[in-house]
């Protein structure tokens, strides 16, 4: 973890519980029907890549929402330790994801979710590290930003969760809840250390050599 980290944000008994919440339904319909989950990136599967971002900043638990070909992404991934969400209606949209995630964590002890996705490999450990740390309380609400234009990943505090459930839907995940909470939000730079890419079509694909 990045030196500057504050302490809050270290293992410890003070430090608050944020999980990790990694988006890796997606069936890459761009990309001829392979899941981004099993990308390979630097010789392993794309979705181990992201916990170990997820892990390296400081989230845990992590949970991981799987959608296309899960029971293929179970058996050829090493998910370790992760929660592994099963979303049978994720060929709705990242909301059903989103949802499918958010679910997961009621009743645990944790007061915010950093969620990421799966398919953006430049985003790394500082800068979700950097995301965390703008937390203050469950009502917290958190993205970062590139150039000033809200990106991923965001972080949602406990007591947003059940609003986003409600109206995360279709591909929009939580664009309307942070549309209607903007007074809330809190950006937090990152250009500096993170390109916020997706691999969605083809020539995409060179980024991950």
Same mark, same amino acid.
């Given at each position: 973890?990045a030196?500057?980290?504050? %302490?809050?944000l270290?293992?410890?008994?003070?430090?608050?519980?944020?999980?990790?919440?990694?988006?890796?339904a997606?069936?890459?319909?761009?990309?001829?029907?392979?899941?981004?989950?099993?990308?390979?990136?630097? $010789?392993?599967?794309?979705? +181990?890549?992201a916990?170990?971002?997820?892990?390296?900043a400081?989230?845990?638990?992590? %949970?991981?929402? #799987?959608?296309?070909?899960?029971?293929?992404?179970? +058996?050829?991934t090493?998910?370790? $330790?992760?929660?592994?969400?099963?979303?049978?209606?994720?060929?709705? $949209?990242m909301?059903?994801s989103l949802?499918a995630?958010?679910?997961?964590l009621?009743?645990?002890?944790a007061?915010?979710?950093?969620?990421? #996705?799966?398919?953006?490999?430049g985003?790394?450990? *500082?800068?979700?590290a950097r995301?965390?740390? *703008?937390?203050?309380?469950?009502d917290?609400?958190? *993205? *970062?930003?590139?150039?000033? +234009?809200?990106?991923?990943?965001?972080?949602?505090?406990?007591?947003?969760?059940? /609003?986003?459930?409600?109206?995360?839907?279709?591909?929009q995940?939580?664009?309307?809840?942070?549309r209607?909470?903007?007074?809330? #939000?809190?950006?937090?730079?990152?250009a500096?250390?993170? +390109?916020?890419? /997706?691999?969605?079509?083809?020539?995409d694909?060179?980024?991950?050599?």
């Open positions: 973890m030196a500057d980290t504050p %302490h809050a270290r293992p410890g008994a003070d430090r608050p519980v944020i999980a990790g919440l990694l988006l890796a997606g069936g890459g319909r761009r990309l001829g029907g392979r899941p981004k989950a099993l990308l390979s990136y630097r $010789g392993r599967p794309l979705v +181990e890549n916990v170990r971002v997820l892990r390296a400081g989230c845990g638990p992590v %949970h991981v929402v #799987l959608g296309a070909s899960a029971a293929e992404v179970r +058996e050829r090493d998910l370790t $330790g992760c929660v592994v969400v099963d979303n049978p209606d994720w060929t709705e $949209g909301g059903s949802r995630g958010l679910r997961s009621a009743g645990t002890d007061v915010a979710a950093l969620v990421s #996705l799966v398919d953006q490999p985003i790394g450990a *500082a800068a979700v995301v965390l740390a *703008a937390y203050r309380s469950p917290s609400l958190v *993205a *970062a930003a590139y150039d000033g +234009e809200r990106g991923h990943p965001v972080l949602f505090g406990s007591a947003r969760w059940s /609003d986003i459930e409600r109206t995360a839907t279709g591909d995940g939580a664009r309307t809840h942070l209607e909470h903007t007074g809330a #939000l809190t950006l937090v730079e990152c500096d250390i993170a +390109e916020a890419f /997706d691999i969605d079509t083809p020539p694909l060179a980024r991950l050599a």
